[in-house]
């Protein structure tokens, strides 16, 4: 017997096995830590995109004027509760985690912003592995901040909101502007620019989609799906009914393209009628149709009750601080609102109000033409207005045209480096150049955009 011990203590055979067994307790355990860390960080990702989402949705409740729910009920969770509805609709985890919503924040950089959202998430899940070694299952956990930030600086504002398109450019038209566009189109081309057209704009944002183009120029910011903006001229309004002179307004009709008209030659109760109350020192017409040169007195508001503004290819018009405004009296039914139509060869010297400004001007500053919201949209001449002019014209603030189509056939060597186009929608078809500089009494200037991003 001890013979034979000795010869299997001196036999080598068989020690690989042995030492694989020894080993196998630390492969394994390799092996289990190894698979735990991946479930864990897949966790841990899909936890932070719960997070990141609800915040999201949080500050969007917020841009839309929502209350933001503290996120408690996520299992039972319905649209009235947008930060938890949000995570439990977006929840991919083998279990509903536990969510904390807090608007404004109540730790971080956020503290003191209205619009901040905070959304914690955690959950308690075993391990395959290490589970059998712990008594408690650890905790993920997961937080995110989202506010709404600047989303650039727009001069030009398509407030078209259906899922027609609301910006475009075709044709030859060259739009170079030292500042954005935006619309609020929910179309997936709610913006586009197509033929030869070369447009030079930064950022371009739509509610809906944006289509790629060769013809956005290179380093072009396009800002697909966000917020919508606000129409910058919502709170002005045309004058009211009660303001009007009694009977028609009288047309102001100067189509003789040797004949000017100078301030000196408008005469209440000759050329025009007067407006009272708040409008008083507007100037009311039916409509104007303008082919020779007419100078308007300054700072004028020119109220076309129900008609439109004519300017032909040999006129030469100008108003220093003036804005027209296409309107209708009539209450009730659909009143007829006049359009623009401004012939490609008039030459426009147009000045909106300035800070200067008093009276009933000091209520448009910043606006050379102002369109009612009730007029008409269609695809006809009558339902659209259409603004051109030569390489002499001058024009400064903004043309507000909500409710209709507002095209533009600009020519080369115009200047408007101080001009804001708002329409329901925008197409260009000419050039257009704009550098986005306004002096600081010119009471007109950019519109700041937002949107909605995570900050935390």
């Not at 492969?27 to 698979?35: F, N, P, Q, Y």
Request: proline letters at 5%; hydrophobic letters at 35%.
């Amino acid at each position: 017997m001890f013979s034979f011990l000795k010869k299997l203590w001196r036999d080598r055979r068989g020690n690989a096995l042995i030492i694989a067994g020894a080993a196998l307790p630390l492969i394994v355990g390799s092996a289990g830590l190894a698979s735990d860390t991946i479930q864990w960080a897949l966790w841990k990702r899909q936890l932070q995109r719960l997070a990141d989402s609800g915040a999201m949705a949080g500050a969007y409740a917020r841009v839309r004027g929502n209350t933001v729910d503290n996120c408690s009920n996520v299992a039972t969770a319905t649209y009235s509760s947008p930060v938890a509805y949000d995570v439990k609709k977006n929840n991919h985890l083998p279990q509903t985690p536990t969510c904390t919503a807090t608007n404004p924040p109540t730790t971080g950089g956020y503290t003191t912003d209205v619009n901040a959202v905070r959304v914690s998430v955690s959950m308690q899940r075993p391990l395959s592995f290490s589970g059998m070694f712990l008594t408690t299952p650890p905790t993920i956990t997961a937080n995110a901040i989202a506010t709404v930030v600047p989303g650039g600086k727009y001069c030009v504002v398509s407030l078209e909101n259906t899922a027609t398109t609301g910006i475009t450019a075709t044709g030859n038209a060259n739009v170079d502007l030292g500042c954005g566009m935006i619309t609020n189109s929910t179309s997936m081309t709610a913006a586009v620019a197509t033929g030869s057209s070369e447009v030079h704009a930064t950022p371009i944002a739509a509610v809906g989609g944006i289509a790629e183009s060769n013809n956005w120029a290179d380093g072009t910011v396009l800002q697909p799906f966000t917020i919508a903006q606000e129409d910058p001229f919502a709170g002005i309004n045309p004058p009211d009914s009660s303001t009007y002179p009694s009977g028609n307004c009288p047309n102001l009709n100067q189509n003789n393209p040797n004949t000017t008209m100078t301030p000196s030659d408008f005469v209440a109760g000759t050329t025009y009628k007067a407006m009272t109350g708040a409008a008083a020192g507007a100037m009311c017409f039916n409509s104007i149709s303008i082919s020779g040169t007419v100078t308007f007195p300054a700072g004028s508001v020119i109220v076309l009750d129900g008609g439109s503004l004519g300017i032909g290819a040999q006129a030469h018009v100008s108003c220093d601080g003036c804005t027209f405004i296409l309107t209708n009296r009539q209450i009730n039914g659909n009143p007829s609102i006049g359009n623009v139509n401004i012939n490609g060869g008039a030459e426009l010297d147009l000045k909106a109000p300035g800070t200067s400004a008093t009276g009933i001007a000091a209520t448009y500053m910043g606006i050379i033409v102002y369109q009612d919201r009730r007029a008409q949209d269609g695809t006809s001449a009558n339902d659209q207005s259409t603004i051109n002019g030569n390489a002499d014209s001058f024009l400064q603030g903004a043309l507000y045209f909500p409710s209709q189509q507002m095209t533009f056939n600009g020519t080369a060597g115009m200047t408007t480096d101080c001009l804001q186009l708002v329409a329901r929608r925008v197409y260009y078809s000419g050039n257009l150049d704009i550098s986005n500089t306004c002096d600081t009494d010119s009471g007109a200037d950019a519109f700041l955009g937002k949107k909605v991003r995570l900050v935390g």
